[in-house]
């Protein structure tokens, strides 16, 4: 579709994937034969798409501005560079322990639910299920955690 939309007609397309896919020389003899043909149209097709103006909004986009922080970070002295590791540390660990205390009231709100609907079945482990569910659901947030950082 990308193609047809850069000005490609069906005639132009056909030869394109189909041509040459064997190639012989002058005797008869195979120069060339494409062993993968997926992979040869798909290279063809991606160069007949770059090769053509951008007509409908496709093709290269234009340059992208650095983000400010990059800026700042590229331009930053070894110090500089300790405080910025420095405060994003710190933030880091606000997040996690706002995570923590969100997972740690949902959890004491299901067991209050819980109890009060009068469902105190415990687990063959002597936990309750929303004691499970809050350890789950803290071991995930301490694995995003350790993810970002």
Do not use: C
């Not at 994003?88 to 009060?116: F, L, S, Y």
């Amino acid at each position: 579709m990308i193609a047809l939309g850069r000005g490609g007609t069906e005639s132009q397309l056909v030869e394109l994937l189909t041509g040459n896919v064997i190639r012989y020389d002058q005797w008869g003899r195979v120069v060339f034969k494409a062993t993968n043909v997926g992979l040869l149209a798909g290279f063809r097709l991606w160069k007949f798409i770059n090769e053509r103006p951008n007509a409908h909004g496709y093709g290269h986009q234009g340059k992208v501005p650095q983000a400010q922080q990059a800026t700042e970070w590229d331009e930053a002295t070894a110090e500089e560079r300790t405080r910025i590791r420095a405060r994003a540390g710190q933030a880091r660990e606000v997040q996690q322990r706002r995570e923590m205390a969100r997972i740690e009231a949902a959890a004491a709100q299901r067991a209050e639910k819980a109890t009060n609907a009068g469902d105190w079945t415990a687990g063959p482990s002597g936990r309750t299920a929303d004691a499970t569910h809050a350890a789950l659901a803290r071991a995930r947030a301490e694995k995003r955690a350790r993810r970002r950082s």
